[in-house]
């Protein structure tokens, strides 16, 4: 039987397209979440196993690691979608800010490939770990650079956790910039943004979608980035 594909933060956004998209090609999926909304129950619905877990606290990413050894003994796949979007305009606390991005987007990522490396490498077929990156990994940002210096630090953990748990688990990032507006997004934000990537669109989760399930699929390809940008490096 087929080892089930762990999704943290899976309950909104690109993780929850994720979640639904793998659940309904009958993959085992187990989804991790911070606080209760609706698309818990609805992934409930659809079989998934939902966990809470806030990995902002060394005490939560303990538990989540004990309560996913509780209920199964090897993975298919990990994929790292937990993420904040904290900025330093919002704090004078950077000590704090610094901190609690390094410890979503890098810390949980590390403490988790190595608890459940065993796990992953139990299969009779190749594993993967995905890190769900960020396009400012490599640009930085002036708003958000604590953030970014985050997402670049979990860049760097897949050049890293490629080489040690090779061969029996690949593991790669998918490295999003524009992939989905918020409902409240002004029209004239949503013109800016478009113009900042060569083709000028905003594709929406499934292509994150599809390059999980590339990833999945493919036999060769680890260490590497997948980056989800519309060109938007050459602008």
Excluded at 109 to 116: I, M, R, S, T, W
Excluded at 191 to 218: R, T
């Amino acid at each position: 039987m087929t080892s089930p594909i762990l999704i943290t933060g899976g309950t909104q956004r690109l993780g929850l397209a994720i979640a639904k998209d793998l659940l309904a090609q009958h993959y085992k999926v187990i989804v991790t979440y911070r606080t209760k909304k609706p698309s818990v129950d609805e992934l409930t619905a659809l079989g998934a196993i939902l966990i809470q877990a806030d990995f902002s606290t060394q005490d939560g990413l303990s538990k989540l690691i004990s309560d996913i050894k509780s209920h199964t003994k090897s993975l298919r796949a990990l994929i790292h979608n937990a993420s904040d979007w904290d900025q330093e305009a919002d704090t004078e606390d950077y000590n704090t800010l610094f901190q609690k991005m390094m410890q979503v987007h890098a810390n949980a990522p590390y403490q988790l490939n190595l608890a459940f490396q065993d796990m992953l490498s139990a299969n009779d077929i190749v594993s993967d770990i995905i890190h769900m990156t960020d396009y400012v990994q490599v640009k930085g940002s002036k708003k958000h650079i604590a953030y970014a210096a985050s997402k670049a630090a979990l860049h760097n953990l897949t050049l890293s956790f490629s080489a040690l748990l090779a061969p029996k688990v690949k593991v790669n990032s998918i490295a999003p910039a524009l992939l989905m507006f918020n409902d409240d997004d002004s029209a004239a934000y949503r013109e800016k943004a478009l113009k900042k990537s060569l083709l000028e669109i905003c594709p929406g989760a499934q292509e994150a979608v599809k390059a999980v399930n590339y990833l999945l699929s493919s036999d060769y390809t680890t260490g590497q980035t997948l980056h989800l940008d519309g060109g938007r490096h050459l602008k």
